[in-house]
């Protein structure tokens, strides 16, 4: 009796042990055969959003793959490093677009890339924002969205210039931006990251465009495509 049940357990666990073999391989073979597509599929988003909110007739590198990280709290909302994309035409420097938080939403976080261009001493053109997450209310907040209205299009080619900065608020704070009816707390807290990373900018353009690129790695393994990690 003892040594039946020795010996079914035995097979049960041979059987286990199969089966978990056999499962392990399946999702490796699942993830190796998947991993360029997924990849391909997060490089094209990525050039999707860089040239909504940067011309993509501005530039002729890899915007996408031309970055560098950048910590700085106080003007782009986060305590983790930010990444800026930067993009050059013939080797100069013509524009870039910022990863940036609003961190004062209704809601929470507003995460935002803001495309920037012009770079003057004192000023600059900010040629683009969307929005890339936010938890806003439906119907208030979420108007910040391009699917849902047209606002967050009033950004396009305003220029920021740091003596004319009291234009950057919503109109209620007697800027020139409209805000929602019933929500001002969501456009305010955009238009004030958008003119935040304006202000970055202008005082760090010079030290940006000249960093190492921090997707230069991230470069090396286009290159070699099975090198890609998801």
């Given at each position: 009796?003892?040594?039946?049940y020795?010996?079914?357990?035995?097979?049960?666990?041979v059987?286990?042990?199969l089966?978990?073999?056999v499962?392990t391989?399946?999702?490796?073979?699942?993830?190796f055969?998947?991993?360029?597509?997924?990849?391909?599929q997060?490089?094209?988003?990525?050039?999707g959003?860089?040239?909504?909110?940067v011309?993509?007739?501005?530039y002729?590198n890899?915007?996408?793959?031309?970055?560098?990280d950048v910590?700085?709290?106080?003007?782009?909302?986060?305590?983790?490093?930010?990444?800026?994309?930067?993009?050059?035409k013939?080797?100069?420097?013509?524009a870039?677009?910022?990863?940036?938080?609003?961190?004062?939403?209704y809601?929470?976080?507003?995460?935002?890339?803001?495309g920037v261009?012009?770079?003057?001493p004192?000023?600059?053109i900010v040629s683009?924002?969307?929005?890339l997450?936010?938890?806003e209310t439906?119907?208030l907040?979420?108007?910040?969205?391009?699917?849902?209205?047209?606002?967050?299009?009033?950004?396009?080619?305003k220029?920021y210039?740091?003596?004319?900065?009291?234009?950057?608020?919503?109109k209620?704070d007697?800027g020139?931006f409209d805000?929602?009816?019933?929500?001002?707390?969501?456009?305010?807290a955009?238009?004030?990251?958008?003119k935040?990373s304006?202000e970055y900018?202008?005082?760090?353009?010079?030290?940006?465009?000249?960093a190492?690129?921090a997707?230069a790695?991230?470069q090396?393994?286009?290159?070699n495509p099975?090198d890609?990690?998801p």
């Amino acid at each position: 009796m003892n040594q039946e049940y020795t010996q079914n357990m035995t097979k049960n666990g041979v059987v286990l042990g199969l089966f978990a073999l056999v499962t392990t391989g399946l999702i490796a073979l699942t993830f190796f055969g998947t991993r360029e597509q997924i990849a391909a599929q997060q490089q094209n988003k990525l050039k999707g959003i860089l040239n909504a909110v940067v011309d993509p007739s501005l530039y002729n590198n890899a915007l996408h793959l031309n970055c560098v990280d950048v910590l700085a709290p106080d003007l782009l909302g986060s305590s983790a490093s930010q990444r800026i994309y930067r993009a050059l035409k013939d080797g100069q420097p013509v524009a870039a677009a910022i990863k940036t938080t609003a961190p004062d939403g209704y809601s929470g976080k507003i995460e935002l890339v803001v495309g920037v261009q012009g770079f003057q001493p004192d000023s600059v053109i900010v040629s683009g924002v969307r929005v890339l997450e936010h938890k806003e209310t439906p119907g208030l907040g979420d108007k910040i969205e391009s699917r849902i209205s047209d606002w967050i299009y009033s950004f396009n080619q305003k220029t920021y210039a740091d003596d004319k900065s009291s234009l950057w608020a919503v109109k209620k704070d007697g800027g020139q931006f409209d805000q929602f009816t019933g929500a001002t707390i969501t456009p305010r807290a955009v238009v004030n990251a958008v003119k935040r990373s304006a202000e970055y900018i202008i005082a760090n353009q010079a030290s940006l465009f000249s960093a190492d690129n921090a997707c230069a790695a991230q470069q090396d393994s286009t290159a070699n495509p099975t090198d890609v990690t998801p």
